[in-house]
């Protein structure tokens, strides 16, 4: 291994941390949680005994008109709208806001409920359960039905819009975070050793 290749090594190793996943982050004096990996907000309070995908919307409403945390855009988290493939007892994270929520942040195990199994994060949250929750997203083959997350066992399915679920999280999309100072440097470092290596190799 040439000096260049230890150099972007050494590098990489010495700010590995700053493309590491981050954990979620209480914010707003508890009142919401930052999630870096996802660039998403989430508010810490959930909403329960909402028996429609409107009840559910009619509370996000109330959270805007009074600037919940500070703001006014929040809304219902997203599902990838695909069937079978957001649908299952294990769905892959990228399928919705809140399988990446569950499963990559709070520790959701399939086939086991949140409230017994969880990570330490678990804790950022007032009343979440193992209710179904609402997805923002309509099953488009058949628009009777929603997108829902059941932290009961880690599915994700769509459900009747008239009772299919009971709960109900508010997220925003936090505004892109600038890469701090280290990063350029980082950044700068790599491309300054990529480029003198490929001099090196140019004139011999």
Do not use: C, K
């Not at 004096?29 to 909403?47: E, H, K, T, Y």
């Not at 050793?193 to 090196?200: E, T």
């Amino acid at each position: 291994m040439n000096r260049v290749s230890l150099g972007l090594v050494a590098l990489a190793l010495q700010w590995g941390p700053l493309v590491a996943n981050a954990a979620l982050i209480s914010a707003d004096g508890g009142l919401v949680v930052d999630d870096p990996d996802a660039n998403l907000m989430w508010s810490s309070n959930v909403a329960g005994v909402l028996a429609s995908p409107s009840a559910a919307q009619t509370w996000i409403s109330g959270l805007n008109a009074s600037d919940y945390g500070g703001y006014n855009d929040w809304r219902l988290p997203t599902t990838v709208d695909s069937y079978p493939a957001s649908a299952g007892t294990n769905p892959d994270q990228s399928s919705s806001e809140m399988a990446h929520l569950f499963y990559g942040e709070l520790g959701q195990i399939s086939g086991s409920q949140i409230t017994a199994v969880h990570s330490a994060d678990y804790s950022l949250f007032s009343g979440l359960s193992d209710n179904v929750f609402w997805s923002g997203t309509v099953y488009s083959a058949n628009p009777a039905y929603q997108w829902a997350f059941d932290p009961n066992n880690g599915s994700q399915y769509y459900v009747p819009a008239n009772g299919g679920a009971s709960a109900a999280l508010a997220v925003r999309s936090l505004n892109p975070v600038p890469l701090p100072a280290s990063a350029w440097l980082l950044l700068s470092g790599l491309g300054g050793l990529g480029f003198a290596g490929w001099r090196r190799r140019a004139t011999q």
